[in-house]
């Protein structure tokens, strides 16, 4: 089993920045890649990003070149920082984690945390 605890969100102006953690915890060997999602009210949820086991790294258009992820395996945890804030980035951040359950690619939510960015 593997479990996500998220920390960092809040209030911030636009164009501030925000910096996401996110502590895996339980089989972290059984981790193959990780990533941040976002929902806003009323809508669904977004892919924002994420980073495999490697290192390799995938982000979606509208947080190109001002969000960046990135993870310390040392310490088990994955960060999202956000630069430039908008918003419409305006929503509840979660973290995820794609775990291997047996043979089987299961993906492990976090509990989410809020971000508001006013304008």
Known sequence: Q????????GLVQAGGSLRLSCAASGNI???VAMGWYRQAPG????????ITRDGNTNYGESVKDRFTIS???AKNTMYLQMRSLKPEDTAVYYCNALALMG????????QGTQVTVSS
Do not use: C
């Open 103 to 110: 043979l089987v690619p299961t993906p492990v939510w976090g």
């Open 2 to 9: 593997v479990q996500l605890v998220e920390s960092g969100g």
């Open 71 to 73: 993870r310390d395996n």
């Open 29 to 31: 060997g059984s981790i």
């Open 43 to 50: 809508k669904q949820r977004e892919f924002v990003a994420t």
